[in-house]
């Protein structure tokens, strides 16, 4: 294929529906940056925006491949056949995004609770930094993977919303907060400096958990409009 007389084409079926880069992107939900990419040949359209790009301009799927009109129409089952492989790849993204989302929940949630069965009998937060550590770096790997390949969001029953994030923000900073206070008093500490300390430490959880929350469905958001 020719990429760049591709690029041609799409930005000339562009100027015929007198749009701007920036007008067709919304359109098609991606960026303008990824509609310049397509017209300058640096890159090629997703097979479902491919189809989205046929419909709406009213051109065969063929055309745009070759980069001119031809006078053949696409066959009607072809067409199909193509959106349901679109479809399918689409499907056996998330089932294997979903696969992996499980598998590493479930390792971080039995690891974490081990490292706060060893903090509540201990008392002693040394102990188990360096566990805390490697569980939180692991962490911060798996996401960054999931987000450089677009689907820190794929495949999982929850959308990420404000609503969402705030509620697992506050959960998990309710836990966290719990396991703190049980460690202060253990440790000697008098129960209204342990209400306060465990207090300030639930707010500071949650604001920075809903923040690092909304960070990542944005970037992965992102993401995911760029690599379309």
Known sequence: ????????????????????????????????????????????????VLIQIAEFCHVEI?????????????????????TKVADYNRLEKEQAAKAGNTAFGLSFVLCAAMIVIQLTLLGNLLLVAGETLV???????????????????TGSRFTSTPLHDILISVVCAGLS????????????????????VALLFFAGITLVGFLVLRMLACLSSKRKRADS
């Open 62 to 82: 063929k055309e745009i491949l070759d980069g001119e009109r031809k006078k053949e129409k696409m066959d009607k089952e072809l067409k199909e056949t193509l």
């Open 177 to 196: 907060a719990a396991v703190l206070a049980l460690v202060y008093l253990r440790l000697g500490a008098s129960a209204s400096l342990t209400a306060r």
């Open 1 to 48: 294929m020719d990429m760049k007389k591709i690029g041609c084409f799409l930005k000339e079926l562009r100027k015929e529906k007198h749009l701007t880069q920036e007008q067709l992107a919304e359109i098609l939900l991606v960026s303008g940056r990824t509609v310049s990419r397509w017209e300058t040949g640096t890159n090629c359209p997703d097979l479902s």
């Open 135 to 153: 569980l939180l770096a692991g962490g911060i790997a798996y996401i960054g993977i999931m987000m450089h390949k677009g689907i820190w969001e």
